[in-house]
């Protein structure tokens, strides 16, 4: 296994995918890390949903917004998963809200994505994390029940092109001490 900082700093969103599967071994092993991912009370709010038929990632393709970058590798990647959010469980007590921010479950599935996507990065697999679709028409696609929010389309595959690291802030720019 590879060093974590190594791993995080390495990551980028991949739109290119080579014409390899992976193998089921492989992608077990990515779910059995993201499977670790902390949440609130330990719900587990996440529903993931594993899309390898060609005809279903066309029609998945097609709800995905004009002039976004991760279009194509909707269908050129061996494997797309469809990230699904419960409603009403994370943040939630005796079936009352308990944050100001209402549902917990938005930062719950950010922290999910957070270690798939390292964990394909540490397997040798690109993903990008795609937001920018019609979430209504996606989520009857791949049949997510009531209940539960088809939140965001991740590609995953063995990357065919890798590319060099955006400018990051510097940590003095945004660490901010005692006070904002």
Known sequence: MSDIMEIIKERRSIRKYEEKNVPEEV?????DAARWSPSWANTQCWELIVVKDNTLKESLKETIFPKNPATNAITGAPVLLALCGKLKSSGFYNDIVTTKFGDWFMFDLGIFTQTLCLAAQNLGLGTVIVGLFDHDKAK???????????????PLGYPAKISSAPKRREIGEFVHHNTF
């Open 27 to 31: 992608l077990n092993s990515l779910l």
């Open 140 to 154: 009857s696609i791949v049949k997510v029940p009531e209940g539960y929010e088809l939140v965001a389309l991740i």
